[in-house]
């Protein structure tokens, strides 16, 4: 009986992804994470007195949200229960309180909940949790790809702590790797594999940060290799290539790494850095990326942080948005690389930008400021009577085709820092001598009255 037990577990392990037989069972066997377990952190205090508080991982794919989760449990003296967000409902959460219940008042023994995709419940189903977890029956794990902020209900994340996994580092990678090639009980050890170290690189570079991903691709060579038994196999990069597809580049179009690459692009542009630029730019492209998206937002970089430095900026990247539409994939991103590069390059001033919102914030503040008699039109006799466009003079009558006029509201003109204040960075500097001079002339004219002769 002893023997046919061993057969049974010995196939449900081999039954079960390497991924999941070399899971974790203790903190001394977790690697990565150490600024949330390192001795006299938070998390670890609270392991080594029991006194673990609802909190939500918050992670990539593959960092170890799970796995951490159960090993908490089992360093605890709690009972642990989980489901996932996908499969369970409120009908579940109820089940599983009835149980931390009866568990609490036949042996005081807490129940720690692991909820895995926790952003998948909608808002009703979240605020089940509230009571239960405010009143300490339950504490809660939840784990998420997807920023808290946005995905999990304002009550709920104010009675949990948010602790961010990070993505594995290469090192922490090639550990993990390593272990699993050698461990004879859970791992390949009886295989007597061994992994050159630039297939061991490549393992490490197509996971992405991802252990679980390591774990499988490690499988899946193994399986493909003809290794007869007993004897040690090696396995080549060649090889690696040769059994694993390319893993697409981590990236979700509609969640928050969209807007750390879109913001990694955008400020890359703005620092002045091409080659940061352009890495961007592509690693949004290989990952699918719309490229009228990117397009779109260098548009708007070329008003916002070029603006008339260099005005060529603006049809450089509207001209490469135009060529993109009309050439297409592949051979319009080179369109779009030639414009992140001139906006990369161009002299920077967000003039445009802080003289816009400048005149908006006034706008909200003052209201609807009447239009200064001498620039309205006067398209009736009754108008002119009542004085529209008096005084008002054509600025081709003059020389350099300026008169030292106000076009402003008469509470803003010669009462409000100008709107549009230009730098001193490439064409600029030429509309700021412009003005400055201009402005001279209208701040003289309003000393001297209407129809003075300076004017």
Not at 87 to 108: F, I, N, Q, T, Y
Not at 179 to 205: F, I, K, M, S
Not at 258 to 274: E, T, V
Not at 301 to 308: K, L, M, P, Q, T
């Amino acid at each position: 009986m002893d023997h046919l037990k061993s057969n049974e577990q010995a196939a449900d392990r081999d039954r079960r992804p390497l991924a999941d037989r070399m899971r974790p069972q203790t903190l001394e066997e977790f690697s990565g994470q150490g600024h949330l377990l390192k001795e006299g952190s938070l998390l670890r205090r609270a392991i080594e007195e029991d006194r673990l508080f609802s909190v939500i991982f918050w992670g990539p794919p593959g960092s170890g949200k799970t796995t951490l989760a159960r090993i908490l449990a089992g360093e605890t003296r709690a009972w642990f229960t989980s489901f996932s967000a996908v499969l369970s409902g409120v009908k579940e959460l109820r089940k599983v309180v009835e149980e931390a219940e009866a568990l609490w008042r036949d042996s005081r023994q807490k129940t720690i909940l692991f909820v895995d995709e926790i952003h998948r419940f909608n808002k009703a189903q979240q605020d089940a949790f509230l009571p239960h977890v405010e009143s300490g029956l339950i504490t809660l794990i939840g784990a998420t790809t997807e920023n808290p902020s946005f995905e999990v209900i304002a009550p709920l994340l104010s009675r949990c702590r948010v602790l961010v996994l990070k993505a594995y580092s290469e090192e922490d990678l090639a550990r993990i790797i390593s272990r699993a090639l050698n461990d004879r009980q859970r791992g390949l050890g009886a295989l007597e594999l061994t992994l050159d170290p630039d297939a061991l690189e490549h393992l490490v570079r197509t996971a992405d940060g991802d252990a679980r991903t390591a774990l499988n691709s490690l499988e899946a060579v193994a399986s493909l290799l003809a290794v007869g038994e007993g004897k040690p196999g090696r396995i080549s990069r060649l090889q690696v290539e040769e059994a694993l597809q390319r893993k697409s580049l981590q990236y979700d179009k509609s969640g928050e790494e969209h807007y750390n690459l879109i913001s990694a692009f955008h400020k890359s542009l703005r620092g002045s850095d091409p080659d940061a630029a352009l890495y961007w730019m592509g690693r949004m492209l290989s990952a699918g990326e719309d490229p009228r998206y990117l397009a779109r937002r260098m548009v708007r970089f070329a008003s916002e942080d070029v603006g008339n430095a260099d005005p060529m900026a603006l049809n450089i990247a509207v001209a490469a948005m135009q060529a993109f539409s009309f050439i297409g994939l592949p051979e319009g991103e080179l369109a779009l690389a030639q414009a992140a590069v001139y906006l990369a390059t161009a002299p920077k001033s967000n003039a445009l930008y802080a003289g816009y919102r400048r005149v908006k914030e006034t706008i909200a503040s003052t209201g609807t400021l009447p239009v200064p008699l001498h620039i309205r039109n006067a398209p009736t006799r009754l108008m002119k009577d009542l004085g529209y466009g008096r005084d008002y003079r054509y600025a081709h009558d003059y020389e350099d085709a300026f008169v030292p006029q106000d076009y402003l509201p008469e509470a803003l003109s010669g009462k409000t820092p100008p709107f549009y204040r230009p730098t001193d960075r490439g064409y600029e500097r030429t509309i700021r001598d412009r003005l400055e001079k201009w402005r001279k002339l209208l701040e003289k004219a309003r000393k001297n009255g209407p129809g003075s002769p300076e004017t």
